[in-house]
C-alpha cells in the first residue's frame, strides 16, 4: 500500500479502508437509475432523529433496484448513513428477507409454518420444486433452477393461515394454492 | 342460537362497496372520533383508555391505560414516542392483516388520537416485510389524511402536529417483541433490550418514552372515544372489555377471522357453530388457543376454572375444552393464554410429535442469538424432535425435551425463551404416549404421509 489512508483532522481516527468510494475490488461502480439517489434522500428525512434508522428503507431500495445486496451496496448505504460498512452487513446477515446474492427472477415463496403446513404446504412446495426443476437447497435453504429463473424457498409465517395454504411470488401474496392453482400462477408469471 | 358476531372493529371490513381510501372512510363518518379527541385534553383521552380497562391485543394483554400512564406528562422532559407494532407474525394471526388493507384510515385514526393523547409529535408503524402491498396501502393512507388535514402540521386547524412513517421490517419474527422491533427501528439488528432498565415507556425508542402498541388496540382507541370508556368497559366481561378479533385455522370446515365480545363465546361455540366443526367430520384433537406460543390444550382434559359469582363469592367449575369461554382470564386459567388470538385446530389424524416439530423449526428458525439457553435450545430441540419424526428418536428424547425447555424459560433477555419452551412442554406432557411411540421408533413412516413432515424429499417418499 503505497498511500497511507487518511485521517479525519477531527477525530484523529484513521479512514476506514473500505471508505466511500467504492473501492475497486468489488468491480466497476454501479450506475444508479433516475431518482434513486433523490429517493435515499427523502426516505432518510422520514428518520429526523437518527440517519441510523433508514439503515433497513435503504436496504431495501436497493435490493429492489438491483436484485441483491452486493458489497458495494454494503458500503455505499453504510456512507451515506455516516456508518461502518459492518453497520449494515450485520443487518443484511440479520435479516432473512435480505439476500447477498443474486437469485432467480421468480422468487416463490411457500410458506412453511404449522397451519400451512396441516393444509399441505410441504406437497405443495415440493410440487413448486418439481416444476420448476430446482436443485437442491443452498445453505439459506433457496431451491434455484440451473438457468436462475425461479428460486423456491420455504418461509415461515406470512400471516394468512385461514387461507392456507399460502405463498409468495416476488412481492405478490396468493392464498389458498392448490396444486392446479399453482401451475395458474406458473403460466402467468412465466 | 349460535352466538353473534359484534363488529366493532371489522364493521366495514368485508362489506360490499367498502374500500381502503379516505373518501369511503369519511363518507362512513371517519375521522369524526379524531375531531372529538381534539377538543378533549390528552390526559383525558388516557383517563378514558384507563376506564376502559382495554388489554393490549398484541399478545400479552397488558393493561393499555396503564401502559400509557407509565409516562408521567408533568414530569417528562423528553419527547414521546409511539409506534404501531404491524408486525403480525406470531403462526396462526392474521387479524391485523385485514386491518391494514381492507381498513387503514381506521388504524390511522386509531393512531394519530393515542398520539394525541400522549403527546407524540412522531410515530412509526412498524409493518413486517412481507406485507409489501400493505406498507403501500398505509403509505397511501397517510398521504390521504395529510391533503385532509388530519395529519402533519396544526391537524384539523389546533396547534398539534404530527408526523406518521411506515417502517419496513425484514423477515425477523423477533421485531414483534417490543424492545427488538425498537432497536430494529433504529437501524440495528433486533436483538431485544433487557429490562429494566430499558422499558420502553422510559428508555424506549432513542432513549425517549415510547409507546408500542398492537394494530388492533389502536384500532380499538377510536371506538373508546366514541363510545366513552365506560360504554366500552360494558362490552365483554370485567377484566376482560371490548370485543377481540379471533383467527381461525387449521383443520375447521371454515376457518377465518370474526369478531366477537371477550368471552361472548366458548371454543367449543367457536369451532362447531361459527367455524361448521371439524374438517371433513373427523374428532377434535387439539388447539392451540393463542397463536402458536400458547400452551396446547388436549381434547378431553378438565380444567378447574374459578370464577366470581354475583354476589362476590368465588366458586370453582370443572369444564372441558370446549367449554373453555374465550377471554384472557379463563384461557389463563386453563393454562394457556388468550395470546394473539390465533386459534390453531389439529384433528384427531394429527401427528402431535410432528406438528410439535413443524413449531420447533419456526422458533430455531426466528430466535435472534442473543441469549445461549434460546439460541441453542430452540435448534437443540428442533433436533430432537425432527429426530423422532424420522424414526430415529431415542428413548429418552422426550424427557430430554422437557429437560431443555425448562431451562429456557426464565433464562433469557425477551419472552422469546417462554414462547419456545411452552409449545415443547405442553406438547410433551399432553401427549406423552405419541412422544413414547416416537421415541421407541414404532411409528410407522405411512402414519406419517401428508400431515407435517419435516424435509419436502421424506413428504415426497412417503406420498
Known sequence: MSNPRAVDPATQLVEPEHAFPVSEAHGALVTFPTGFEAKCDELITHYPVSKRSASLPLLHLWQE???????????????????QPINILELV?????FRQHPIGRIQIKVCRTLSCALAG?????????????????????????????????????????????????????????????????????? | MPVQERRLILANIDRDGYTPDIDCYLRNGGYADLKKALTL???????????????GR?????????????????????????????????PGTFKDRQIIYKDPHQLL?????????????????YIRGEFVLGAQILEKAIAEAKTEGFLGKAINGTGYDLEIYVHRGAGAYICGEETGLIESLEGKRAYPRIKPPYFPAVLGLYMCPTIVNNVETLCNIKHIVRMGGAEFAKIGKPNNTGTRLLCVSGDVEKPGYFEFEVGALTMGELINDVCGGIKGGRKLKAIIPGGSSAKVLRAGERYKIKSKKPDGTMEEKEIGLLDITLDFDTLAAAGSMAGSGGIIVMDETRDMVECLANINTFYAHESCGQCTPCREGSLWMKKVTDRLVAGEGLPGDPKLLKTVADNIAGRTICAFGEACAWPVQSFVAKFPEEFAKHAEGKVATAARKGTVAQEPSKAMEAA
Open chain 2, 58 to 90: 398484541g399478545g400479552a394483554g397488558f393493561s393499555c391505560g396503564m401502559k400509557w400512564g407509565f409516562i408521567d406528562p408533568k414530569k417528562n422532559t423528553k419527547p414521546v414516542y409511539l409506534i404501531c407494532n404491524a408486525d403480525e407474525s406470531e
Open chain 1, 93 to 97: 446477515t440479520f435479516y432473512p428477507m
Open chain 2, 41 to 55: 385534553d390528552g390526559p383525558a383521552i388516557v383517563a378514558e383508555v384507563k376506564t376502559s380497562q382495554l388489554r
Open chain 1, 65 to 83: 433496484t438491483f436484485g441483491h445486496i452486493s458489497p458495494q451496496g454494503i458500503e455505499w448505504i453504510a456512507a451515506k448513513l455516516d456508518l
Open chain 1, 121 to 190: 404446504s410441504y406437497k405443495l412446495c415440493d410440487h413448486f420444486r418439481e416444476r420448476c426443476g430446482t436443485a437442491t437447497s443452498d445453505a439459506h435453504g433457496i431451491a434455484s433452477s440451473p438457468e436462475g429463473k425461479y428460486a423456491v424457498e420455504f418461509v415461515e409465517c406470512i400471516a394468512s393461515c385461514g387461507t392456507a395454504p399460502v405463498i409468495m411470488i416476488n412481492d405478490d401474496f396468493h392464498e389458498a394454492v392448490t396444486l392446479q392453482r399453482a401451475d395458474e400462477l406458473l403460466g402467468k408469471y412465466d
Open chain 2, 109 to 125: 385514526e386509531g393512531m394519530i388520537i393515542a398520539c394525541y393523547a400522549n403527546n407524540v409529535h412522531l410515530a412509526y408503524i
